[in-house]
């Protein structure tokens, strides 16, 4: 990515002001990088009004380097970039919230997060993948939408005309959409291989419409995600049952 990106909201949901920012005596202000896609804590470093215009006129991660004293665009040297994907600030203006989508491992011992282990069983050292997210947290902002319009109403809006149906008439749409992510894996498991870039596409497509629908009646219902997930986290934690 490349040119100017929008930044986050600062407190309150206002628009990030650069010149809002309270640095240090030092004319510094620690910035906080999290992973886009999963919110994953990647690094702490710091930021002077050098860096941070660069980083919002470019597009890419600036910081102060304090042991170079100069400007510093993360990734320079190694590749390994922090695309800008937004910027906030906390409720005392002293400190940046660096969103980024990462071009590999954020640390310079290979590791994703610099608050990962320096080398974890199957990581970077190892001839391993650098784990990366899966963008579950985006999920978050679309539980926040469907709350939104079961609070509000608005008009035209599919969310509404859903919940307004009924539990019966969603729970027939995760139905149908089960199956239909069923006939999809069905033909993307069947296409030759090297031929499945449409059939991939259409289980991706009937997926997320199946995801969409759950959270719609998990919203009618009144049931938080967040009890789902308690409920997987409690299952994962539990000691295996004995075989046989």
Known sequence: MSGPVPAGPGPGGAPFDPATVRFGPDGLVPAIVQDEADGRVLMLAWMDAEALEATLASGEVHFHSRSRGRLWRKGEASG???RLAGLALDCDRDAVLVTARPAGPT????????FDEADPPGGAAAGGQVPAGEGFAWLEQLWATIEERARSRPAG???VELLDAGIDAIARKVTEEAVEVLMAARDDAAAPDGERVATRAALAGEAADLLYHLLVLLAARG???AVVVETLRARHAAPARPSG
């Open 157 to 159: 809006s599919y969310t």
């Open 223 to 225: 049931l938080p995600p």
């Open 107 to 114: 640390c310079h011992r290979g590791t994703r997060s610099c």
């Open 80 to 82: 390994n970039v922090l």
